[in-house]
């Protein structure tokens, strides 16, 4: 009869709700009906771990087994995952103000933050644009640069970057990227970037020689680079002495630099920015991740002031027409004041010092070890090399990931590159069972 339900369709609905209500199906399962995961090849790794709770450096799991965060999932949750400080603050935002327009719009807690911000971004920073993640944040930084020139009559469409680099997905970042892992499908659309090797002590001098000759053509539009740390290329790193005199270089041939700490700011590098740690500062700086503490979803990109009156004008083209919805989100602008108040603590500095220390102390005990290749530390990232040949995502990566979390740690091996990038919080037993774990795992070839 018509609008009658069958015996059939009544017992396949109560299937997919007791389903879709996890009746008899775990989280890992229920995830391979709909979900696509980010850097995941899905026929050889189909399967997903359900986490259900997160706090301070400890991760749950649907079993109930838990792992320590050696890596603030993904550089994020610094100050430990649901910190109560900042949880606090944003519950009381939430009851006054969650989103408004920022077109036309401001509050208080975007303000607020672009006060706090500016106390702690080196001293020639002056405006700051939201958006909404790092690759965004970083897509703003090249709109900028390359809109600067256009608006003061000049034709630069080259944009300079290091080697390996990684500076996220979106398709200006990926063109100043050099991962092909990444780029791959991709490369036929970039707009023009050369790359530039990441130089050392023996090589910058023969780097500025060519570097000097190619700015004098006049047609390079910025420079982008990680300062001191390239994350995504397994953590290699490269001296403050090396990387001053390219933006120097940079800077007498009026090409802007863009510094992108999304992954080391806030901290990491023993500095609030790494761009502390070098006496030329960035035109651009591009941020996110620990910006709100892994909260909360925001990007941030500052600039000079000098960077900002190219777009200040009469004419309303010269204005810089990029816009994200979720632009300068009050709770996500909360969850960063909340965080920039733990990042000045004295408590959380004295953290940042004494994970310092405990790096060290353990480098000096597994740097020899035959199977380690390289080690190298910057601040609280910590990074080694095992002496073995491995694919950036191949069996071999998999088994030594799979054996972390065996022990009850989540390290997310780069190919061959084990690195520790730990909350903050983490404690001296949690930290020593990380080394223990990395320690196990060089008997494992």
Known sequence: MKGEVSTYQREKDNKENSFNA?????????????????????????????????????????HGKEYIDGISSWYTAMYGHCNDHILARVQEQMQELDQIVFSGFTH????????????ILPENQQKLFFSDNGSTSVEVGIKMALQYHFNRGENRKVLLAFEDGFHGDTLGAMSVSGLSVYNGPFEDFFISVERLPVPNKETIDELLNGLEDRLSQGD????????LVQGAAAMKMHAPEVLEPILDLMRAHGVPTIADEVMTGFGKTGKYFASDQ???????????????AGLIPMGATSCTQQIY???????????????????????????ALAGIELLKSAEIQE??????????????????????????????????????????YGNLRDKLFSYFMDEGVFLRPLGNTIYILAPYVITESQLDKIYLAIEGSLELF
């Open 278 to 292: 070098l006496d030329t500062k960035p035109d651009i700086i591009c941020l996110s991740k620990a910006l709100t």
């Open 351 to 392: 953290n940042i010092q004494r994970i310092i220390t405990s790096h060290q102390q353990f480098d000096a005990r597994i740097s020899k070890h035959p199977k380690v290749k390289e080690t190298r530390q910057c601040g609280v990232i910590y990074a080694l090399d095992l002496n073995i040949e491995m694919q950036r």
């Open 220 to 227: 390079v539009a910025a420079f982008i680079y990680e300062p």
């Open 108 to 119: 208080e807690p975007a303000v607020r933050l672009s006060e706090e911000l500016m106390s």
């Open 22 to 62: 996890g009746g008899s199906k775990n989280l890992s399962d229920r995830d391979q009906r709909h979900l696509w995961h980010p850097l995941t090849q899905h026929k050889t790794h189909p399967k997903t771990l359900g986490i259900v709770k997160a706090k301070g450096v400890v991760l749950r799991d649907e």
């Open 309 to 335: 009156d190219a777009f200040y004008s009469d004419e309303i083209a010269k204005g810089f027409f990029h816009g994200h919805t979720y632009t300068a989100n009050p709770l996500a602008c909360t969850a």
